[in-house]
Every structure is written in structure tokens, then in C-alpha cells.
């Protein structure tokens, strides 16, 4: 009979865990909203430029360049991903030794960082080619379309039905969860 009880017990405190968990999960966490971008009135994300190419009047010169330099830089960061992927599963495993070996540990976190370091700097580096392809004209005409879209109102990426997702800013016609074609 004390058995039936406990048991009982347990499952009505597992079952009150449960829910609770349940509750805490339908509730979306308060974050701060994140800072801004320091590069971001210097920098363009590639899928604006892309997005926009008819009202910058892009040629077909730089139309050309900034594809080629768009599909370099996706299969190449597509490539890191999967090493940052590896490199992380491996240092799960360290991390879960007991006790774990501390040089073996940062050694494994070295790589991960690194290779997260070389995603960084490719993005860089395709930004900074993206921006010396455009002609200050062309860039003054960027700054005003990364203005309206940060106002209220119905500037491009605003109003409704035109928010984040696929079609709206950094969205354009991507299959939701899929990486934007830049890795940004």
C-alpha cells in the first residue's frame, strides 16, 4: 500500500513538473533587444543589394561580379558550417568526459573558434568586395532604402504582410530555416 502511494506521488509530481515546463515553454523569454550594428550604416547585406539591383541601376558588369562573389562565398561558408558542425560534436565529446582534459578541451575550442573566425572574415571580406563594386551614387541610394526600412511606417520590409520571412527583408524568396545565400 505505501508503495501504490509513493508511486502515486511521484507521478503526480512528475505530472505538475510537467506542466509547469509546458507553461514556461509557451511563454517567449524577454531578451534585450540587440545592439546595433556598429558597421551597419558602412556595410550592406548582400540580399539588399541583390534585392534592390533595378532601382540602383546596377550594370551588367556588377550584376555578374557580385553573383560570382555571392556563390563563392555561400559554397565556402557552406563548408565551414560543417567544419564549425564537426569541430563542435567533438568538443561535446570532450566535454563530457569527467574529468574532462582541460588541453584537449581548449585545443578542440581553438579549432571551433578559428574556423568561426574564418566565417566572420569571408562575410567581410564579401561585403567590402560588394560595397567597392558600387559607385557612391549607388551607395547614397542604399543608405536611404537601409533608412526607410529602419522607420516605422510603410517603407520597404513594413506594413502588412511585409515583415521578416521569406519576401521580406533578408527573406527574399528563401524557404523558412534555410541560410540567406551571404551567411549573414
Known amino acids: 500500500m505505501k508503495k501504490r502511494i509513493a508511486l502515486l506521488i511521484l507521478v503526480m509530481a512528475a505530472g505538475a513538473l510537467l506542466a509547469v515546463a509546458l507553461v514556461s515553454a509557451q511563454?517567449?523569454?524577454?531578451?534585450p533587444p540587440p545592439p546595433m550594428d556598429p558597421l551597419g550604416d558602412v556595410m550592406f547585406p548582400p540580399e539588399?543589394?541583390?534585392?534592390?539591383t533595378r532601382d540602383l541601376g546596377l550594370t551588367d558588369e556588377?550584376?555578374?561580379?557580385?553573383?560570382?562573389e555571392i556563390q563563392k562565398s555561400t559554397s565556402r561558408f557552406?563548408?565551414?558550417q560543417w567544419q564549425v558542425q564537426d569541430a563542435m560534436e567533438a568538443l561535446h565529446g570532450l566535454m563530457k568526459a569527467n574529468p574532462v582534459n582541460e588541453q584537449q578541451a581548449l585545443a578542440q575550442l581553438d579549432k571551433v573558434l578559428d574556423t568561426e573566425r574564418e566565417i566572420k572574415r569571408l562575410h567581410?571580406?564579401?561585403a567590402i568586395a560588394l560595397k567597392n563594386k558600387l559607385t557612391p551614387e549607388q551607395q547614397a541610394k542604399l543608405h536611404e532604402l537601409m533608412m526607410q526600412m529602419h522607420q516605422p511606417g510603410d517603407g520597404p520590409g513594413r506594413g502588412p504582410g511585409r515583415g521578416p520571412g521569406p519576401g521580406g527583408p533578408g527573406g527574399q524568396g528563401r524557404p523558412p530555416g534555410q541560410p540567406r545565400p551571404d551567411g549573414f
Open 27 to 31: 511563454q517567449p523569454p524577454q531578451q
Open 48 to 52: 539588399l543589394i541583390m534585392g534592390h
Open 62 to 68: 556588377q550584376k555578374t561580379f557580385m553573383r560570382a
Open 78 to 80: 557552406n563548408e565551414l
Open 124 to 126: 567581410f571580406g564579401l
